[in-house]
Nanobody
Framework: VPLVESGGGLVQAGGSLRLSCVAS????????IGWFRQAPGKEREGVSC????????YYGDSVKGRFTISSDNAKNTLYLQMNSLKPEDTAVYYC?????????????????WGQGTQVTVSS
């Protein structure tokens, strides 16, 4: 399995969680990497990504100012620090990687996907 997420769980509104995604079989240096989420009955949406071409980080409007994406390329690990969580953040969170530019809008991208980790925010 090329990507494995962890760190999900149950948290109260206003709380924090940090998700991790460990890659195997490829290195982050040549890949855009990012996070998506999917709530029940909804389409998968982009949350945040790091673009391999310019090293810039991008965020969806609903998480700007609350979530922070980072990576440790030496450990082949991607992180998502989630603060000020809201009930509407409840979803399964997936990490993805692909050797091209990333985006947080439009169709989900990624040559590699993790199995997802559940995040539940109670009100």
């Amino acid at each position: 399995v090329p990507l494995v997420e962890s760190g999900g769980g149950l948290v109260q509104a206003g709380g924090s969680l940090r998700l991790s995604c460990v890659a195997s079989g490829f290195t982050f240096d040549d890949y855009s990497i990012g996070w998506f989420r999917q709530a029940p009955g909804k389409e998968r949406e982009g949350v945040s990504c790091i673009n391999t071409l310019d090293g810039m980080s991008y965020y969806g409007d609903s998480v700007k100012g609350r979530f922070t994406i980072s990576s440790d390329n030496a450990k082949n690990t991607l992180y998502l620090q989630m603060n000020s969580l809201k009930p509407e953040d409840t979803a399964v969170y997936y990490c993805a990687a692909g050797p091209y530019s990333c985006a947080v809008v439009g169709a989900p991208w990624g040559d590699y996907w993790g199995q997802g980790t559940q995040v539940t925010v109670s009100s």
